[in-house]
């Protein structure tokens, strides 16, 4: 590749990062403002969480689409940053179990990110923001039962959104 070739992917990538940082960081902070908002065990941090997703991406769909799908088209700069995020979710929802004193199955926090991810992914791909709020209950049913059983599981498909969530709140 020309210098000139490699300066332009260079100012992509540099480009790229900024862009990513910047939408990260966004994001993060209404996950964090959400879940300090939450009240009780790890089940009010997910699903103030997962709210706050839903949100987030309402009040930003580019945005949200950026983090989710449009990265995976850097390649590997995206999926580096991607994982990155995994692991920082990753990481907030094993401090929530842990400090409810719940143990687990091995893999639940990478197993109920990647069910959340897919989901988002495949309704931010085509632009349907409007229909992740139908899925949150699902996804939170399917993350709560191998924790809690079916019946506390089963309440998660009646609850709505938390009344005082984070930034992105109406």
Known sequence: MSE??????DG?????LARWRGHEAEYLDCLRAAVASAEG????????AAWESVRWAEADPAAARFLTVDALAMGERGQVCQRRLTARLMGMLEGWLRESEVTPPPGLARWVLGLFYASFHRH????DVERLADVVPQLLFLAVSPVCGVEAALAELETGPPQSPGRFHP
Do not use: K, P
């Open 124 to 127: 931010l791909a085509v632009g």
């Open 41 to 48: 065990d790890w089940r009010e941090s997910l699903r103030a």
């Open 4 to 9: 000139r070739g490699a300066g332009r992917r």
């Open 12 to 16: 992509e990538d540099e480009g790229f």
